[in-house]
C-alpha cells in the first residue's frame, strides 16, 4: 500500500499527498423506478419519478417521451393487453454522451393499468488515486479506474505539492489541482471531465475499486455458485470433473495481485461452465453477479449471431447478397467505386469488406474513434457506406468496427425490426436474459460494434449456445449450420486463419496435447473462450481497458496455465 504519511525528515511537502486517494459520483439518470401507463378511452398517459407525459398509440405501438427528454419509452401492446414490452431509452450519459435501451416489460396491474420498474445504467465514476515516493525521493502516481481505466489513457506520472497548488504530469500534459489541508481534500482538473474532482483518503475498507477483495481474504475458499432464476444450472468443480487445485491457484493468483501500477491485471469477474453447469463464479473489485459489466467489442460475436438468427428466420438476405442493395433509402454514396458495390454480407461478417477502415491506424477514416467523434454525419450506417474503398472485398481482413455495425443496419433493414427489439425477442428472451443495457448510435439505432452491458453470467451464455450447438436449455436459437459457419476460419487479420465471423479462432497447446478453441473478446479484457473438446466455457470481465498488453493474457497465458490443466484428463487426480 502507498505511504500514507510523510517520513521523518522529509522537507518535501509533497509527501502530504502519498497514500490512496479516492472519488466516486454518480451523474444519473435522474428518471428511474416506477412507471405507470394508464388509458382512460383514447387518452393514453405515462408517469414516472414526478414526470409526465402523453403515450402516442399507433396500431399496438406505443411511444412517449418525458418532458425535457430526461427519458424515452418504445413498445408494444400484446394481444390479450396483459403486457407492454419494449425498451426503455436513458438519456445521453454525462460521462460518454451515449444513450442505452434497457428492456422493459409493463404487466397490467389492473384495467387499463400497466407497471414495471426502470432501471437504467447508473452515470457513474469511481476514481482512486496512489501517490508514493521513488526511490530517488520523488513521488509518482497513476489513476485506476475500475468502469474506464482513464488512468490508462492519462498514463499519470510525477506529481508535486508547492504550496496549495498540486502540479501532475501526464501524457496529455501538465495536470493542475489543489490541495485542501483542513478538509484533507485533493481537487483535480482531469481531461474529459467537465467539472473538477475531490478526491479524499480512503483506507483498505474503503476502496472496493481499487483492491481485488475488500476487506482483503487471506484464504481462498471456493464455494459452489448458487443456482438463479437465470437458466443456469449449477455444480460443484468436481462434480463436472474439473480439478479444483488449478483453478483455486487462479483465483489466489488474483485475490493477491498487488496494486501498484495502472497496468496491473484487473480480472473483475472469472467463471466457468463445464458440461452445461455453471461451476466457478468469482468477483472482485467490487463487482458481482448481478452488476451488468460492458463487454465492449465481445458484443461484434453477438451482432455475427443476429445475423445468423435472421437468416434462420427467413430475412431476404444471405452471405452473398450485396450490402448496398439492402440500403435502397441511400440514394448516392461518397467515393463511388465499383469495389463497393462487390461488398457483402459475408465481407462484413469476416471484416474484410475492403473498406478505408481499420482500428488499428488512428489516421484511417473508418477508425471507430473517427467515425465516433466526428459530428458531420450522425448516421453511422451511411457513414461506413460512404468510406473510400483501400482493398478488393475479400482480399485483406482489417479490424473494422464500423463494419460489424453495419450488420444491425442489415439486421433491421431485413427484417423491419429496431435492433434492441431483435436481440430481445430473438437472442435475449430465448436465453432468459432478463436485462441489458444497449447503447444507441446518435440516430437511435443500436450499436453493433460493441458496448452492450450484461450480467456476467449471461454474458457466458454466449459461448454455451455456440458450444451446444446453438441450443439454450433445448431450444435451438440459432441453427447448429451457423454455429459451424462463424467459428470456421474466413479470414486473417493478426494471425493465419484466426477469424470466422464475429468469433477469434484459437489452438492451445497444453500438456503435449493440441485443444482447438474460439472466442469472443472486447477491449479491457472481456472474454468468452469456448473450448469444445472440453465441453467447457470461461468468461473474464475486466477493467484494463487500452491495454492489450495486459488483458491478452488472459486467454493467452492464464487459460492454458490454469483452466485446461483443471479439466485435462492428466490433471483430474486429486
Known sequence: MPEPAQALGDEDPTAALAGLWGFERTFGPEVRGELTVTQQGSLWRARIAGFEAPVRLDHDKLTFTLPGERGEFRGRLSKDAKRIVGHWIQPPTTTGGTRYATPLELKAVRANVWRAQVAPLDDRVELYLSVSRQEDGTYSSF????????????????????????????????????????????????????????????????????????????????????????????????????????????????????????????????????????????????????????????????????????????????????????????????????????????????????????????????????????????????????????????????????????????????????????????FARPLDIRTYHMNLTPTGDGYGAGGIYLRPRDFLKLGQLFLDGGRWRGRQVVSRKWVEQATAPHASIHNANDYGYGWWLDEYQVGGKKYRAFHAAGNGGQLVVVIPELDMVVAFTAGNYGDFRTWSKFGGELVPQFIIPAAARQSTKP
Open 143 to 426: 489513476l485506476r479506474d475500475p468502469e474506464r481505466n482513464v488512468g490508462a489513457f492519462l498514463r499519470l506520472g510525477k506529481i508535486q505539492l508547492q504550496g496549495d497548488a498540486i502540479h501532475l504530469a501526464s501524457r496529455r500534459g501538465e495536470i493542475v489541482g489543489e490541495y485542501d489541508k483542513l478538509s484533507g481534500t485533493l481537487s483535480l482538473a482531469l481531461p474529459s471531465f467537465p467539472t473538477a474532482l475531490d478526491f479524499t483518503r480512503r483506507g483498505g475498507d474503503q476502496a472496493t475499486g481499487f483492491y481485488p477483495r475488500t476487506p482483503a481474504v487471506e484464504t481462498y475458499v471456493y464455494r459452489q455458485p448458487r443456482a438463479d432464476a437465470d437458466g443456469w444450472a449449477t455444480a460443484s468443480l468436481r462434480g463436472v470433473g474439473l480439478n479444483p487445485r488449478p483453478l483455486a491457484a487462479l483465483v489466489e493468483r488474483i485475490l493477491q495481485t498487488k496494486t501498484d501500477a495502472v497496468t496491473t491485471p484487473y480480472i473483475q469477474g472469472l467463471l466457468v461452465a463445464r458440461h452445461g453447469r455453471l461451476a466457478l463464479e468469482e468477483y472482485f473489485y467490487g463487482f458481482d453477479k448481478n452488476k451488468l459489466h460492458d463487454t465492449r467489442s465481445a458484443g461484434k460475436s453477438l451482432t455475427t449471431t443476429l445475423v445468423g438468427i435472421a437468416m434462420d428466420r427467413g430475412a431476404r438476405f444471405d452471405a452473398a447478397t450485396p450490402v448496398l442493395s439492402l440500403f435502397p433509402n441511400y440514394k448516392t454514396f461518397a467515393n463511388d467505386d465499383a469495389r463497393k458495390r462487390r461488398v457483402t454480407v459475408r465481407h462484413l461478417l469476416s471484416m474484410s469488406s475492403g473498406f478505408a477502415c481499420d482500428d488499428d491506424d488512428d489516421n484511417s477514416p473508418g477508425n471507430e474513434d473517427n467515425m465516433q467523434s466526428q459530428t458531420a454525419q450522425p448516421d453511422w450506417y451511411k457513414y461506413a457506406l460512404d468510406l473510400p474503398m483501400a482493398h478488393e472485398p475479400g482480399e485483406r481482413a482489417l479490424y473494422c468496427s464500423a463494419g460489424v455495425n453495419l450488420l444491425g443496419g442489415v439486421i433491421t433493414r431485413a427484417t423491419g425490426k429496431w435492433l434492441p427489439d431483435f436481440l430481445y425477442e430473438n
